[in-house]
């Protein structure tokens, strides 16, 4: 059973790396079609939140989010890859908060016309990173140092492909 468990846990990982760089060579190559569908924050994020509600509450994190009632409306956009960043990064959060809690916040950044601008902030009690790391962590194969590699796994890809993803929808990403 061990040797099961350690050939489903490398398959597992290796799913990861083989999505991840496939994602990024579609993204990288102009391949990667956006859609531009009808969508309401209040169907993508609740049931994104409760699928890590069991890791967050094996951790004993308090997970949580909130939406301005003001975004109860219907938006334009690609809600799958509005999915998929958001996986990227609760997906961090959890993985690197050991204690405290994970907060998804949405509101609106501004209002034009019949634009509207969503800011989304992910924040967690997290361990940080280093401040000389921070310029570099949406690289490609970056991570804040080796030692998070052989700690947490992963393939320093996630945050290059949420940034890229974010920017094909003219949007922008930030750490603090």
């Known amino acids: 059973e061990t040797y099961l468990n350690a050939i489903r846990h490398s398959a597992e990982n290796l799913k990861v790396i083989i999505n991840d ?72 959060a959890v993985k690197f908060t050991h204690t405290g809690s994970i907060e998804v916040n949405c509101t609106i950044d501004r209002e034009q016309r019949s634009v509207c601008w969503v800011r989304v902030e992910v924040k967690d009690t997290g361990v940080g990173i280093p401040a000389q790391k921070l310029s570099t962590i949406f690289e490609s194969f970056s991570q804040a140092d080796a030692s998070v590699t052989r700690k947490y796994g992963g393939t320093g890809l996630g945050l290059t492909i949420v940034k890229q993803l974010v920017e094909l929808q003219n949007g922008r990403v930030a750490v603090n």
Not at 38 to 47: A, T
Not at 58 to 70: F, G, H, N, P
Request: proline share 4%; no cysteine; glycine share 2%.
């Open 21 to 92: 760089l496939l994602d990024l060579t579609a993204i990288e190559s102009g391949k990667l079609k956006l859609e531009n569908i009808p969508f309401n924050l209040m169907d993508v994020v609740p049931s994104l939140i409760n699928t890590f509600m069991y890791r967050a509450r094996e951790k004993q994190l308090k997970l949580s989010y909130y939406i301005d009632e003001k975004l109860n409306k219907i938006l334009l956009g690609d809600p799958v890859r509005l999915n998929q960043i958001l996986i990227n990064l609760i997906s961090n």
